[in-house]
């Protein structure tokens, strides 16, 4: 219609007409732009606050677990200290406690610090990135990324660096599976099982005896605190920076 008027005008010489005609147009596409590129804000906008809502939830739960992890590393600690103390040239103890026993066994499994966010790990593998449009937010995540990436480089460097003491002192610790007089079964083999039939014993006046050994368990323990300093305290602490980001983000939305 608009261009039936135009050809009209034009055929006409209404010259007033024509220009009416071209700024109705203009106008229109103009304003349809504006429309187009509204809806399309709202939208990320939309997508921007869903994602930020849902990484607040994922941090939540992973807080949450991380907070198990650091009751199970105190618990650790005092029993490395227990441990040491009983193989102190002056100690007088005479055997080791079950728990005792088996956390020098796994001493030199340091390397688990979790820090992965199932909305971080979408966004990545996604490439998506159009609707982060907050500047703040994006160097937060950028900032959370990269960091991740150094502790796990020093997480690796850290945990080659342990050694692991049942498999090089055999003869100091023992590890046995108990058989049940029937035989062990397929559920017998599950973890959980596995841990009640599993027989355990460290020879404590050896291991005394044994520099080598004592200077395995000893740096065993120093990577381990390492760890927590360099590693797991730095996971809370970008946790926490990166929360902070995200409650900003609600404050300005």
Known sequence: MILKNISKAIREQNYYAVAL????????????????????????GAEERAFVDRLFADIETLQLERAVIARRNESNRAINAAVLGKLGP????????????????????????PSELPALEELTSSGNRQFLRDADLNSAISTYFQDRQARREVARELSSKTVDLSLNYSGLI?????????????????????????QMECDLARMRADAEFLNNLVNNTVMASLYVDAVSERTDEALMTLTDALEAYRQGS
Request: charged share 20%.
């Open 174 to 198: 023992l590890q046995r599976i108990s058989v049940p007089q029937d035989g062990l079964t397929s559920e017998d083999m599950l973890a959980s099982r596995l841990s009640e039939l599993r």
């Open 21 to 44: 005609e071209f700024i109705i147009v203009i106008a229109g596409i103009v304003v349809g732009f504006q429309i187009n590129a509204w809806a399309i804000n709202q939208r990320l």
């Open 90 to 113: 002056d100690s007088n103890a005479t055997e080791f406690d079950p728990n005792e026993c088996a956390f020098i066994i796994i001493s030199n499994l340091i390397n688990y610090d």
